[in-house]
Nanobody, 126 residues
């Protein structure tokens, strides 16, 4: 069983930054891609970013972003800490949502991911 625990959400003014963290167990990164999704009230859960399965033979991880966050958000991973991050800069009011960390196949649809965290709330005030 894969456990995912998000943290780092909060209230921030538009234009500000937040860094979300998702802590998991030791082998998760070697088996699963890691994604971030978000869900605003009254809306469907939407893809934000994904980082590929850990492969130490590669210099860089593969990453992919939703168009709405490209250039503002960065997904990264600290293998030693078993933690994946979502650095969010230049936040906008439309980024307000409950953010979820997920582990599964590399993809942009929610059903590609088998494991989910409980979510962390991000609220951006304008």
């Amino acid at each position: 069983q894969v456990q995912l625990v998000e943290s780092g959400g909060g209230l921030v003014q538009a234009g500000g930054s937040l860094r979300l963290s998702c802590a998991t167990s030791g082998r998760t990164f070697s088996v699963y891609a890691m994604g971030w999704f978000r869900q605003a009230p009254g809306k469907e859960r939407e893809f934000v970013a994904v980082i590929s399965i850990r492969d130490d033979s590669l210099r860089d991880d593969n990453t992919y972003y939703a168009d709405s966050v490209k250039g503002r958000f960065t997904i990264s991973r600290d293998n030693a800490k078993n933690t994946v991050y979502l650095q969010m800069n230049s936040l906008k009011s439309e980024d307000t949502a409950l953010y979820y960390c997920a582990a599964g196949r590399y993809g942009v649809v929610a059903n590609a991911y088998a494991y989910w965290g409980q979510g962390t709330q991000v609220t951006v005030s304008s």
